[in-house]
């Protein structure tokens, strides 16, 4: 029988994936056959951890450490995924952080140009970079991890995370528009309230309860459930899909 999600013989790159959603995509996309590159910045216990566990179970995976936010970091990991791992097939722009929460009169220029280039211009570079390798070969995946708050705005003091993630959602679409010629994919997933280190950061008990008093499903995801809609959208599965975002919420945003 053909199974549609392997990935077998591929180079995948995932940026943040020492912990939450990137770390499950990483075991996911390796227990699907992918060779892994688990992108980090500062925890490199978590990075490793997520390499040895992948290592442990029989696949490939490296940890790469550099800073999304600076355009030459991102090409250095680029660089090393492809010496060590072979070119990349698929690209995961998971990385992105809210920083803090800010209300509109708060929020400061260097503030909000870290938001985006946090959460927006590293994808923008990535894709950039392994787009040409995708070309020439015409094939490639790229799913970008957006969020419900770029639909909806965002929870308290999210605003700038909020829009940088709606940013993500319209350059999705632009991208896919240009690539499909080549036979490249691009996409976005878009998680709503998950059990992650995120909310852990982010959001009070109080506010969970207030979030998943809003979702049909009644409870949060896991980022589990969020690394298989991700493995779908960059596989084989999914090969009739470019230029949409899948919503990956419970029920809380429906459209």
Not at 66 to 73: L, S
Not at 135 to 145: D, F, H, M, Q, T
Request: charged share 20%.
């Amino acid at each position: 029988m053909t199974n549609y999600l392997d990935m077998t013989g591929k180079t995948a790159l995932i940026s943040g994936a020492s912990s939450g959603i990137g770390a499950a995509t990483a075991a996911v996309f390796a227990n699907l056959g992918a060779r892994v590159a688990i992108g980090y910045l500062k925890n490199e216990t978590g990075a490793f951890a997520v390499r040895d566990g992948i290592l442990a179970a029989g696949g490939t995976a490296i940890a790469v450490k550099g800073d999304v936010r600076k355009a030459a970091d991102i090409r250095s990991v680029v660089e090393e995924t492809v010496a060590k791992l072979g070119p990349i097939d698929i690209l995961i722009n998971n990385a992105g952080w809210l920083v803090e929460r800010q209300k509109l009169a708060d929020i400061t220029e260097e503030r909000w140009d870290e938001i985006m280039d946090l959460n927006l211009t590293s994808a923008v570079l990535a894709t950039q970079l392994v787009a040409p390798s995708m070309i020439e070969r015409k094939s490639g995946a790229i799913v970008n991890l957006v969020s419900i708050a770029g639909r909806n705005g965002g929870g308290p003091g999210a605003l700038a995370y909020a829009t940088s993630k709606g940013a993500l959602i319209t350059f999705t679409k632009g991208a896919a528009r240009e690539l499909a010629p080549h036979g490249i994919r691009v996409n976005g997933a878009s998680p709503g309230v998950i059990d992650t280190p995120f909310h852990e950061v982010f959001s009070t008990p109080e506010m969970i309860k207030n979030f998943v008093s809003g979702i049909p499903m009644g409870r949060t995801g896991t980022s589990l459930e969020c690394a298989k809609a991700i493995a779908f959208l960059a596989s084989d599965a999914a090969s009739y899909i470019t230029g949409e975002t899948l919503e990956i919420n419970g029920g809380q945003l429906m459209l």
